[in-house]
């Protein structure tokens, strides 16, 4: 990154944008210390970051926080961030720039691949897949999501949305199938739900 930024420019870095809190995207933010950068987090990120004991040294607390959007301006360029939720994380934002048509969410689309393990370590599994729908409603070419070395389109966002809704629904199947062979007789009995998920009925 360093090097791209210094083949593009040799002004230095004014601002930071903290996509979320963990430390694998934002773990070398502190190699811009000497500009002193505006750093711009949702308010999550920030709060969490604070509560690290110690704090993270190489991860500075952010000097800008919102709640739902904020729009970073310099000179000609525009960056709309907007929070829609947790997803892959608490915090974790949508950033779009409408004049390039890029749009950036980490973690939780993999142009290319299937979601890492565990879906990317992610939270809260229900707002992971409805994160697809609310990027979807962004109007860019070209997706920018971290990870696994390649850029996207709404084409992989679709896809991987697919691939999330099938697996949600074969994992609701298949866990219906085994709580009924396994307990439905006792529930019957009691008069309670037929399975220990209610929200797969």
Not at 96 to 115: E, N, S, T
Not at 121 to 134: E, G, K, Q, T, Y
Not at 136 to 143: A, Q, R
Not at 164 to 170: F, G, I, W
Request: aromatic fraction near 8%; charged fraction near 15%; hydrophobic fraction near 45%.
């Amino acid at each position: 990154m360093l090097y791209a930024i210094g083949n593009t420019t040799r002004l230095p870095v004014t601002h930071l944008v903290y996509s979320h809190l963990h430390a694998d995207h934002i773990g070398a933010a502190s190699l811009f210390n000497a500009s002193h950068p505006i750093i711009i987090a949702h308010a999550e990120t920030h709060d969490r970051l604070a509560m690290l004991s110690p704090l993270d040294p190489l991860r500075p607390l952010p000097n800008v926080t919102f709640q739902n959007n904020y729009t970073v301006s310099v000179g000609n360029q525009t960056l709309e961030l907007s929070y829609h939720g947790p997803n892959h994380t608490p915090g974790n934002l949508f950033m779009y720039a409408p004049a390039q048509r890029i749009a950036v969410l980490v973690d939780v689309v993999f142009p290319g691949w299937a979601p890492f393990t565990e879906l990317g370590v992610a939270d809260f599994v229900p707002s992971l897949i409805a994160a697809h729908d609310v990027l979807l409603t962004f109007d860019f070419d070209v997706l920018v999501a971290g990870h696994v070395g390649q850029l996207g389109t709404k084409h992989d966002v679709l896809q991987q949305k697919k691939y999330l809704e099938d697996l949600r629904d074969s994992c609701a199947i298949a866990i219906k199938g085994i709580m009924t062979d396994a307990i439905e007789p006792t529930c019957h009995d009691s008069g309670k739900s037929s399975t220990a998920f209610p929200f797969l009925e």
